[in-house]
């Protein structure tokens, strides 16, 4: 092969890396729009267009089921608590509150009401509404935490899991069911943050007395 030959193939090649690299650049940080929170938005609360706002972030940082406009979600109610700089995503977000505005009506002022996907918890299948359940979090040692404390407002499908080191199969086998609990709103922060940062997340019944003063509102 000559030398001119391969200079060609030399170039090819750096020609073809660099396509390659600006490629993969484009793909993962492409700018993309999201649809945040402009404030801390409580649960069961209209959205209304000075809640929310546009900005770019990488695609790689999008939700997948981050709205993208205000639009999609301008006169919806809040379907879990969404904080401020927080992606607004479809589970946090429901056009019919329904239960969730009469337990609203009852409750503290220092409570709100937080929804659990089976893909971020699993609970026992016995769970109803009204029911007194505590949230525990499983970190990735095997040690169990207590999360919170609250009370039952909805139970759509259930999350049966027989032994705690079982938790992440279940969760891997999750359907489209929902959790819907009452807890302090510092209680709903600290939920939030062992869904992202622990190994699991799971819900047990717990009795009437667990909560401050047998208080279930």
């Known amino acids: 092969m000559s030398k001119k030959t391969m200079r060609i193939l030399a170039i090819a090649a750096t020609l073809l890396s660099g ?10 940080y492409k700018p993309v729009d999201v649809l945040v929170a402009v404030r801390d938005l409580q649960a069961v609360k209209p959205i209304t267009e000075a809640d929310v706002k546009v900005i770019k972030v990488s695609s790689r940082d999008k939700h997948s089921e981050a709205f993208t406009s205000p639009k999609e979600v301008i006169g919806s109610y809040t379907a879990a608590p969404i904080f401020q700089g927080q992606q607004v995503i479809k589970k946090q977000v429901t056009r019919d509150p ?11 002022a220092d409570k709100t009401i937080i929804s659990l996907k089976q893909q971020e918890a699993s609970w026992s299948p016995v769970l109803k509404p009204g029911d007194i359940a505590t949230v525990y979090a499983v970190d990735k040692e095997g040690g169990v935490r207590e999360v919170a404390t609250g009370k039952v407002v909805n139970a759509s499908g259930s999350s049966v899991v027989q032994d705690i080191k079982s938790l992440s199969d279940a969760q891997q086998k999750a359907g489209d069911g929902s959790l819907l609990l009452t807890v302090e709103v510092l209680q709903a922060k600290a939920i939030l943050s062992a869904i992202h940062t622990s190994a699991g997340v799971y819900v047990l019944p717990s009795h009437p007395a667990a909560l401050e003063g047998g208080k279930t509102s």
């Open 19 to 28: 396509i390659m690299v600006y490629v993969l650049f484009v793909s993962v």
């Open 98 to 108: 329904g239960k969730m505005v009469t337990e609203m009506t009852t409750m503290g």
